[in-house]
Structures are given as structure tokens and as C-alpha cells.
């Protein structure tokens, strides 16, 4: 069974095209199990995200057309930022399910290219310690069902000389605590650091641990939905993962892949 969970729409202000192209391109790629999971509107970063006025134009679009189409089930969600800034008015919300994602520290937007130069500021074991830091901080809060893109912070290709095992450890503990599942993210393969997220590494410790796993194109345009996926699929079954999930009303669902 294909999943794909983690898919945006116009109202980020950075995608394009209709959420219907992408759920025909979900079929036309036989992805089963599709999901939106746009970006949650808050009081930062305004200009690459949904307002608060357009939650309710977003979630009856989705759920219209989950309605609309029954060769394929379209579920509804949202990537939220986990930063002390975060709504209630989202976390609120009736949906299936929500993605956690760590894109700033502090105010920096650290995988956002118009901001790259910061990097050369930066001690790049330092920004990873601080971003596991948070991604272990957002498991312990039991606000999410997934955790987004688990190790975003290597977008541009910035590696660590500590070992990411060593950095991650204590992050992955807390999501196996919590019951989430970390979604195997298939856009860092057109990032520029061409890797899937999560590296081979931490999906090494995700299959130790027996975290659930799920799968997201992270998709900004119709062209990109389903993007890699089945081929990160026989990547993860070779690895010896058997089973994926989704979620439903926030109830975890299992099966087989």
C-alpha cells in the first residue's frame, strides 16, 4: 500500500497548482492513502503560510474533495511549527492527523535559502544539537501524531563531525515514548542534499526502536506528489521494515507494505 501524508496547497503562498491535480497525479501514481498537510497558520513567517481567516477555506476544500473521490482515501491535516508560537486554534482543529516540524531556531529560518548565509555564523554541530533539542522537546509536548522530515537540518548539505547517532539519541527515545511516527520524507532527494529524510543512520535507530514509520512526498506542485516514493519503499522494506501507518481521526492505523 502507498501512502503519502505530507502534501501542501496554494494557501502556503509556496506551492502551485489545485489540490485535485494532486490527488489525480495520487492515482495516476497508485498512491492509496493520500494526505494534505499544509502549513498551519501562526503569528511568524506569515508570508510562506495559510492565514488563520483561510483554515476554513483549506479544510472544507480537502474535505469536499474527500467526498468527491472514492478510489482513493484523502485525508485531512496540518504541518505545524513547533515554536512557542503555536495556536491553539490549530492544535484544536478536527483533522486526522498532525505533522510536527522544526524549521526555525529562534527566528532562523535555517532551511530557508533566503537566509543560507547564516550557516557561515554557525558551528554546525551546534545547530544540529540545538534542532534535535527541539525535535525531542516536540515529542515530549504529545501535541503531534508525526513527526515532519525528522532531519531537515541537513538540507544544505551542512554535516556534523559528531555523530548523528550520538546527536539524535535522546530525540529518537522521546518519539518512541510518545507513540509518533516519523514519516520517511521523500523531498529531501531534490534538496540540495539529495538525501532521503531520514538518513540511512537514524533509520537504523527509528527499525531499533520499532517506531512506526509513514511516508510524505512533502509536495509543492502536482509534478512532485509521489515523487521517489516507491522506490523509498523498497528501500525501507530491504532495511526490514514491514509496515507503515496513517491516522485517521488522530487513531493510528497500520498496514502492511
Known sequence: MLIDLH???????????????????????GIQIYGFADHAPMEFDQKYRMSFEEIEIYEQKIIFLSQKYDNIEVLLGYEVDFTPLISKKVLERKVDYLIGSVHFLDNWGFDNPEYIKEW??????????????????????KLFDIVGHIDLVKVFGYKPKTLIKDIAK????AIKKSNMAVEINTSGLRKPVKELYPS???????????????????????????????????????????????FKNRQKIKVKI
Open 7 to 29: 502534501n501542501h496547497t496554494p494557501l502556503c503562498k509556496h506551492a502551485k497548482g489545485n489540490p485535485e491535480e494532486y490527488i489525480n497525479k495520487a492515482i495516476e501514481k
Open 120 to 141: 557561515n555564523n554557525r558551528d554546525v554541530d551546534d545547530v544540529y544539537k540545538e534542532y534535535f533539542s527541539l525535535i525531542e522537546k516536540m515529542a515530549k509536548s
Open 170 to 173: 535522546n530525540a529518537i527515545k
Open 200 to 246: 540511512d543512520e537514524i533509520l537504523e535507530m527509528i527499525l531499533e526502536e520499532n517506531i512506526d514509520i509513514t511516508f510524505g512526498s512533502d509536495a509543492h506542485s502536482p509534478e512532485q506528489v509521489g515523487l521517489n516514493l516507491k522506490e523509498s519503499v523498497e528501500k525501507v522494506k530491504k532495511m526490514g521494515f514491514s509496515e507503515a501507518v496513517y
